[in-house]
């Protein structure tokens, strides 16, 4: 049975030699106490530095960015919808001075959120430039020698055998570079070290982080993002002019638009007809035709939702539907002045619509002077009858379409050069058509029914093709797939830091005494884990088999200062 001799407790140099030997098992920076007072101005800058690559203030800076995404989350932006922001300061007129103040309405884009990203940016690039370089010159190197006492490290082992100490490390150091150990031999002892990839994985995780920012960062500057209303039939060439609302980055020009074009041939949408999800879209698709360039061939395609189009650098989503309900409009003497399909904006999930139906042009009232119509005009595709009381769709689906329009007269102001929503009328001047109760003039229409204005004044058809249209949206990203890249780089990066140790083994065979051999086997690890003593006590196992144990010298009971003790093993060690 092998025994050691009981230590007592370890002094200075013992310290001292126990932190040589965990030396560089991190490349995280040693903390130095600045001399603020004699340094003055350069000391300050230096203790500024210090503090801000330190890895405490880039977890805070990181923490920060994220409490700082709450309130871009929580409160309307104007960048992503600006009626939401009117809403917002029309409802809380003492909030929105404040937000106002704290740029809470564009918190992205603010002066301290931009504060904190370019801090954390350099927080980490601070860190990761010299944690890189030390750690290059970790792997140039060789682990360390031996401390002078191995029996003081956490996991450690000892035998006596009969084998040579030469063969002992020789046996040693094959075993350990066979089981992928960086090992050599240093004076009397081979000196092994293992899990570089947790230090990589730590580097690959910070250095993801920053491609994400700088991901993030270049798509807010060059990003694009549009959208656009089609009717059945109609299309599209992604110019500025052919977008409903456009927003991009700071540093996009129209050059970096993508030259394509498409038209929407068809939409479709099917919905469930029983159960608890009634009404729920089962599918929702457009066929699409597009060309990219100007003389590009031209392909067909399906846009689903979250399946968008990829024509280049551009994605085209589907985002929303509705229906576009063909509108005749006569005058007193039958001649069509206005005929088209009219989109109307969903307001609940059943697809009620409204909008409105404006005809600028060509119209001339019974006295033959020129006047604007204007229509507010409400559909259901579903309606439940005239039983139900209100004029709310039943279904999503065409199933019973109902038009309901009330009719204006007079100066829409179309020619003001304010922008006008089209899905709204300014009265300001508009004159209601009345009927024989001398209240304002309305009808419910059914597909292929005409509505006839008071006074010869014309009629309004409601066509029986009622056609639908869908809202895309084009955006353009040039950073995302970086950022993409960057997280899956991160998870990799995190998983390797936190799940491989990295860890060091000794072996020493010298000869004692009495002309056997001694091993001694220690390990050590970053932290404290049992993989360590469990991986020692395999090799001390197999190295064991190599070297197998000599008998233990019998005590001398005449000898007083012999405290010997039996040894304790490291957990799967052999005897």
Known sequence: MSKTTTDDAPGPADDQDLGAAGSRLSTAPTEEQPHLPSLGVLGWARWFWRQLTSMRVALLLLLMVSLGAIPGSLIPQ??????????????????????????LFHVYSSVWFSAIY????????GCIVPRTWQFVGQLRGRPPGAPRRLTRLPAHTTWRTGTDPEQVREAALALLRKRRFRAHLVGDAVAAEKGYLREVGNLLFHIALIVILIAFGWGQLFKSEGNKLIVEGDGFSNTLTQYDDFKSGSLFTNDDLEPFSFDVKEFTGTYERTGPNKGTPRTYQSEVTYTEGADGEEKTAVVKVNEPLEIGDAKVYLVSHGYAPVVTVRDGKGKIVYQDAVPLLPLDSNVTSSGVVKVLDGYRNPEGEKEQLGFNAFFVPTFGGSASGTMLSQFPALDYPVLALSAYHGDLKADSGIPQSVYQMDKTKMKEFKDSE??????????????????GAGSVTFEEDVKEWAGFQVVQEPGGGWALGGAVAAIAGLAGSLFIQRRRVWVRAVRGDDGVTVVEMAGLGRSESAKVPEELGDLAGILYDQAPGAPDPSPDPSDPTDTDTEAVPAEGAEK
């Open 78 to 103: 104007t960048g992503v919808d600006e009626t939401k922001v009117a809403d917002f300061r029309e409802r809380h007129e003492v909030l929105a001075p404040i937000y106002d103040k704290l740029g």
């Open 118 to 125: 370019i801090l954390l940016f350099v927080s980490l690039i």
């Open 438 to 455: 001398g209240e304002l003039f309305k009808q419910l229409l059914t597909p292929g029914e005409t509505m006839t204005l008071p006074d």
